[in-house]
């Protein structure tokens, strides 16, 4: 499968930005999605994850309340929406497909990444 992640930019704190990415090559409806940031000079961290038929999420407890991770299966594409943003999101975005059940929070366990797209928080 392949990923596009887009919609990242420059806002201002406080400000609200939709990240989406939508696949391509395979069945999306089988894996479960989720997001990865990479701050500059950081190393990649879990943000969000979302089940196949979008009954579960798993939130990093600084995105919760913020953050809503959610997926359009018809469209092949899953969305996050950030709002209260805050410098420290500040990070090269990424989307992520996983096959196996859980929902996993390590990069490890996730078959395919997108390119990201990056998300840049003035104060």
């Known amino acids: 499968v392949q990923l596009q992640a887009s919609g990242g930019g420059l806002v201002q704190a406080g400000a609200s930005l939709r990240l989406s990415c939508t696949a391509s090559?395979?069945?999306?409806?089988?894996?479960?999605m989720g997001w990865f940031r990479q701050a500059p000079g950081k190393e990649r961290e879990f943000v969000a994850v979302i089940s196949r038929s979008s009954d579960m999420t798993y939130y990093k407890d600084s995105v919760k309340g913020r953050f809503t991770i959610s997926r359009d299966n018809a469209k092949n594409t899953v969305y996050l929406q950030m709002n209260s943003l805050k410098p420290e999101d500040t990070a090269i975005y990424y989307c992520?497909?996983?096959?196996?059940?859980?929902?996993?929070?390590?990069?490890?366990?996730?078959?395919?990444w997108g390119q990201g797209t990056l998300v840049t928080v003035s104060s």
């Open positions: 090559g395979a069945s999306f409806s089988s894996y479960n």
């Open positions: 992520a497909a996983d096959l196996s059940y859980g929902l996993g929070s390590s990069l490890r366990e996730y078959d395919y």
